[in-house]
């Protein structure tokens, strides 16, 4: 069973630092997703991973996926305070999981101003 | 190009009674995935449908029910409502269930209080 854990759960940070946020999944997997959620809303999709090695960046935002390492980190550069929300990885289980996706618990990340 | 469309937005509704949401994907996309989404469980797969079959289906009891129609909309039914079925449901979209390479669409989520 194809499980997915993101850690942190919850991170409180400055505005200016950089962090990671860090998603692994327990089987192979070539494609990860990353959401972006804001309190009470619904989820808009941030990165599209693909390929073992995919960076992809947007802004502040930058994420990597390490197929071998079963691993997705989402770097953040320089937090604002608009950057403040839920983000959630999600893993496709592919042909074993009929196609299904396993998404992470989430990361809650409040940026202080 | 029109996004996923879910109705109603809010929804207010009594223990016991039932209740029917609905979701129309972006054109083109064959596939629908409902979620449920509470601050105790987090985001949970309720079912996904392509071609109006149910392809996957997630641990929800048979209080939960969907189907999808020949143009693509998809509605989600939750019979004799529980306190606990408080939630946003989540509907999302994608072109094929094989080829999700974009990934899904989210729909805007409908909030359900059940009093």
């Not at chain 1, 942190?8 to 327990?26: A, H, R, V």
């Not at chain 1, 804001?38 to 995919?54: H, I, Q, R, T």
């Amino acid at each position: 069973e194809l499980k997915v854990e993101q850690n942190p759960l919850f991170l409180s940070m400055q505005e200016g630092k950089n962090y990671t946020i860090y998603c692994n999944y327990s089987t192979t997997s070539d494609r990860l997703y990353w959401y972006r959620q804001d309190p009470g809303k619904s989820l808009e999709s941030l990165f599209v991973l693909l390929s073992n090695g995919a960076v992809k960046q947007e802004g502040r935002l930058m994420a990597s996926l390490d197929t071998k390492a079963r691993l997705s980190t989402l770097h953040i550069t320089a937090a604002v305070h608009d950057l403040s929300a839920t983000y959630f990885c999600a893993v496709d289980g592919g042909a074993d999981s009929n196609y299904q996706l396993i998404w992470g618990a989430g990361t809650k990340l409040i940026i202080k101003p | 190009k029109a996004g996923v469309t879910q109705t109603p937005r809010y929804l207010i509704k009594t223990r016991g009674q039932q209740v029917t949401l609905s979701c129309s994907p972006i054109s083109g996309h064959r596939s629908v995935s409902w979620y449920q989404q509470t601050p105790g469980q987090g985001l949970q797969f309720l079912f996904e449908y392509f071609s109006e079959t149910q392809r996957n289906k997630g641990n929800f009891p048979g209080r939960f029910s969907g189907r999808q129609f020949s143009n693509s909309r998809s509605e989600m039914n939750v019979s004799t409502l529980e306190l606990g079925d408080s939630a946003l449901y989540l509907c999302a979209s994608s072109p094929h269930v094989s080829l999700r390479v974009g990934g899904y669409t989210f729909g805007s989520g409908t909030r359900l209080t059940v009093v």
